[in-house]
């Protein structure tokens, strides 16, 4: 008897850079029973790679048609999205998405709606596009403390800091370049002010940790006020700017997360990260050690991780979430001060304060000053230091200070 194979349906809500990525992998691979039934975007006017035909400009149609298995939110727009998962999971709807947005800022609600209506959640595409993070936190490190996981985490800032590190390109242009790659969010102060990869540090949280922390909690500084000056300094120490994001445990179940420009070293896993791609270091207690590297933006890569949440989900994966019953982890800001580079367009009198600098650099146009901090203290500050301006990079204590400081004096010495 010859079995009948039915094909999956999918529901697709966008059609953009990722939508049209997950839409050539599936249309490239027939055999593996899944179609596209339906597309729903928004602009009627746009000029599309498929027939008009093909198109619903209504969410409602996708969303109340009963022939689709599955639905993927793709969309650029975070209320849209917010109402659409909300929907689909109140019908008991099995849905994937890539929003790290709306994820970041609505995980319990998403939780219990899956609770309460059956339906299912994925979003492995929304932390680091194709690098399968979620799904080896969940699976692999379901049962084992982790230390510490810290990576780079937003493809757009990564490439722009290549640019600025290799080319010498000015920021401007490299954040265009970013942004006609299709890797930059449709609002690009989300990837350059350090949200993105603080939205996805915290979807992190929830699979490494159990911690469900809001974004407004957590220290976060993007790579917008980058000045020439600092990349400078760190070539000349032999360091690369990364935008890293970090969480980190210590023994007593301590969690304090934060996402910083910092001067990483030729040793460290992620000084290779370049251009698009991301990297996120795994530190297990009983594991060690493990690096994951790939494309952390862009049409295909991210297409691939829908699709793979896509199969996963047809096969009946969900999330368990191993973590979120069992831990007695709270999130904090650790006592121990952090050497920083601040790097201010004008005095820094003001802001610093009580701050004892290590090193303080003046000129007619810039101010440059390295400090230990508290990150309590940072925190308070750190609207008010994005308000003026100022860069801020971490040297870590794997970045030995003495050359710094040495280099410090010499580079800025030049601005004079
Ligand atoms: N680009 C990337 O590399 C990555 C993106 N993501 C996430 O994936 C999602 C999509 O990003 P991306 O593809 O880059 O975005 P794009 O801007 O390229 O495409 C967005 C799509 O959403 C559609 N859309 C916007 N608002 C609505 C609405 N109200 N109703 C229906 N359709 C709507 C647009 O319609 P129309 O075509 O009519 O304008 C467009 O097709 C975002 O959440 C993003 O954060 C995640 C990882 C990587
Ligand atoms: N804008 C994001 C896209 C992927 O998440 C990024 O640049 O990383």
Known sequence: MKIQKFKKRIGLIGF???????????????HLGLEIGRICVKDKDKPRTLPAAAFTFDVQEVLQDTSLDILAELISEPDEALKIIRAALQQGKTIVSANKKVIAENLPEFISLQQRYGGVLLYEASVCGSIPILRTLEAYYGSEPLLEVRGVLNGSSNYILSKLHQEKVGYAAALEQAQALGFAEADPALDVEGIDALHKLCIVAAHAYGLLVHPSQV???????????????ADAVGARIKLVGTIRSDNAGNVSLQVIPTLVVAEDALYDVEAEFNGVEVNAQFAGQQFLKGRGAGSHPTGSAVWADISAAVRGYRYTYPKLCVTNASVVQPEEPITVLLHAPQSLTALLGSLQPIAVHKTEVSNQVIVKVQQEKLLEHQELLKEQGVFVAHLPESMPLAPVLEKFTAVTALLV
């Open 16 to 30: 953009g850079c990722v939508g049209q990525g997950l839409y050539d992998i599936v249309a490239a691979n027939p």
């Open 219 to 233: 220290l976060h500084f993007g790579i917008s006020h980058i000045t020439a000056e600092a990349i400078d300094l």
